[in-house]
């Protein structure tokens, strides 16, 4: 038996990384060269049909379907696979869109019980935490508050890829509002705007290891109750949203729901699931089935 390869070294992982960047970065500037429409499409179905079988992201989002809905016949399950990865490449490319999409978005008249909810805290200087998933388009929704006056931030996660990290994290901050990395630095200015009485984004729908095991969509899935804590922490209204796509492919709905009732943080948490799984019944195919959410059994 011959010996385990040796790990790659920091040369060649760095190498690696900037092949890959490279390889990004000439797919997003040879689609922003196309008109919008276009774009979308081109960089959809480049996901759908290309990347994503490539990535393992194909199989991944068949098995957790499959997972969820064993009952459902194949063709569906296979139907709902390949418009996920269409959705995922229409939401990377509109997020790079720094000028089209938020322009677009500004049009938008947001919808629902948390809207009201939501001017009512500004105007008292309340916090707000907006919470979503990995669904539709989650930037819509910031992308048209922030169009009416609102000072949404953002929290996220770094790439393993820092050459692509540098400028992914600039198309957050081409929304309008400040992000924050995940970390204590990035924690403790992501607190600060929420002590001062400001909006956050976060999105909750990944597994996040040692964290409680709550049900998703029939299943058991570690999910972070950091939302619901930091709402509880300094009385902040929690707003479960959705930027929802619409048939055509460009448009979206954007869906605020009632705040989510104080409690405990694992009741609070599990409606945010809750509400969530509400919407991925309803529309199966904008969430993003490639994610390993149910690890809940790993260490």
């Given amino acids: 038996m011959s010996p385990p390869a040796p790990p790659p070294s920091s040369f060649a992982r760095r190498a690696g990384h900037y092949l890959t960047n490279g390889l990004i970065l000439g797919v997003i500037r040879l689609a922003l060269g196309l008109p919008y429409g276009l ?3 081109f960089v959809g179905g480049l996901v ?12 991944r989002a068949l098995d957790n379907l499959a997972l969820i809905w064993p009952e459902m ?15 995922v490449g229409r939401t990377f490319i509109e997020n790079y869109s720094a000028r089209d ?10 919808r629902g019980p948390g809207v009201a909810a939501l001017e009512e805290a500004a105007q008292s200087g309340r916090p707000v935490i907006l919470v979503t998933g990995h669904f539709g388009n989650y930037e819509a929704t910031r992308a048209a508050l922030v169009a009416r006056g609102y000072d949404i931030g953002g929290l996220y996660r770094d790439m393993k890829n820092p050459y692509f990290n540098a400028h992914y994290v600039k198309t957050m901050e081409a929304f309008g509002g400040p992000v924050f990395p995940q970390g204590r630095r990035g924690t403790a200015g ?3 705007h929420l002590k001062d009485g400001g909006q956050l984004v976060l999105l909750f729908d990944q597994h996040v290891q040692y964290a409680p095991v709550l049900d998703f969509m029939g299943q058991p899935a570690r999910t972070a109750l950091s939302a619901a804590e930091l709402a509880l922490r300094y009385d902040a209204l929690l707003i479960p949203f959705y930027g929802i796509r619409q048939a055509d492919g460009v448009s979206f709905d954007v869906l605020l729901e009632a705040p989510v009732p104080p409690s405990d943080a694992q009741t609070m948490t599990q409606a945010l699931n809750d509400s969530l799984s509400a919407q991925i019944t309803a529309h199966p195919e904008q969430w993003f089935w ?3 959410r149910w690890r809940a059994h790993e260490p």
Avoid: D, S, W
């Fill in 73 to 87: 016949p194949v063709p569906r399950r296979r139907e709902i696979a390949a418009r996920c990865l269409n959705n």
């Fill in 190 to 192: 992501f607190v600060r």
């Fill in 290 to 292: 490639v994610h390993r």
């Fill in 101 to 110: 999409f938020p322009a677009r978005m500004a049009k938008l008249t947001p």
């Fill in 48 to 59: 759908q049909y290309v990347l994503g079988p490539l990535a393992g992201y194909k199989r």
């Fill in 39 to 41: 774009r979308l499409r």
